[in-house]
């Protein structure tokens, strides 16, 4: 059973990650190790960190589950005026990977690199046609948007909500850890 388990996401990479707390007494403690793979209901993720700071739990720290993209190096990555989309699919065709594209953008381009890998010609092509890509991991698909969300403009207030914070410190080598918990036990 894991503890204060969380996921974040990061827009400009497409990617998820995973922390979350085990018991050290667990009885699934001992496959818990780097390399592995984690899956969630809807992402996959292979374990990158493992952070034992007390006795009682490990923290454990997942990555999202690319490797098949970021692993295969093309010797030479020759796409010669192919379509954008065309370039996507040559990039994911050394994987079990599949596209979703759902870009209005149908330009032609050529790229010749060597030794370059399908995840780091994905962010280029992206990058130079201004779209944005999202890595479905669980069902190893890639897809490519326009725009994936909108600008909603912004919201100006005048309103102070500031609290004042103090330090403290002494020349003690002790550091005190807080965990919040909400009502009703509610993990925070």
Same mark, same amino acid.
């Given at each position: 059973?894991?503890?204060?388990?969380?996921? &974040?996401?990061?827009?400009?990479?497409? @990617? $998820?990650? !995973?922390?979350?707390?085990?018991?050290?007494?667990?009885?699934?403690?001992?496959?818990?190790?780097?390399?592995?793979?984690?899956?969630?209901?809807?992402?996959?993720?292979?374990? $990158?960190?493992?952070?034992?700071?007390?006795?009682?739990?490990?923290?454990?720290?997942?990555?999202?589950?690319?490797?098949?993209?970021?692993?295969?190096?093309?010797?030479?990555?020759?796409? !010669?005026?192919?379509?954008?989309?065309?370039?996507?699919?040559?990039?994911?065709?050394?994987?079990?990977?599949?596209?979703?594209?759902?870009?209005?953008?149908?330009?032609?381009?050529?790229?010749?690199?060597?030794? &370059?890998?399908?995840?780091?010609?994905?962010?280029?092509?992206?990058? /130079?046609?201004?779209?944005? @890509?999202?890595? /479905?991991? $669980?069902?190893?698909?890639?897809?490519?948007?326009?725009?994936?969300?909108?600008?909603?403009?912004?919201? @100006?207030?005048?309103?102070?909500?500031?609290?004042? !914070?103090?330090?403290?410190?002494?020349?003690? /080598?002790?550091?005190?850890?807080?965990?919040? !918990?909400?009502?009703?036990?509610? $993990?925070?």
């Amino acid at each position: 059973s894991c503890h204060n388990s969380y996921t &974040t996401e990061t827009l400009d990479t497409g @990617f $998820k990650s !995973l922390c979350f707390e085990v018991p050290c007494k667990d009885e699934f403690f001992e496959i818990i190790q780097e390399e592995n793979y984690v899956e969630t209901a809807d992402y996959s993720f292979i374990i $990158k960190e493992l952070i034992l700071e007390d006795n009682d739990f490990i923290e454990v720290r997942c990555s999202a589950n690319i490797e098949e993209l970021t692993g295969r190096i093309f010797p030479i990555f020759d796409c !010669l005026e192919m379509g954008v989309q065309q370039i996507y699919e040559y990039c994911l065709s050394k994987s079990s990977w599949s596209l979703d594209y759902q870009s209005q953008d149908r330009s032609i381009a050529t790229y010749q690199l060597s030794h &370059t890998t399908g995840y780091d010609m994905i962010k280029q092509v992206a990058e /130079d046609f201004g779209q944005e @890509f999202w890595f /479905d991991t $669980k069902n190893k698909v890639l897809r490519i948007y326009d725009q994936m969300g909108s600008e909603f403009g912004a919201y @100006f207030s005048n309103e102070l909500n500031l609290k004042q !914070l103090t330090k403290q410190s002494s020349t003690y /080598d002790y550091a005190t850890v807080v965990f919040p !918990l909400g009502k009703n036990d509610l $993990k925070i």
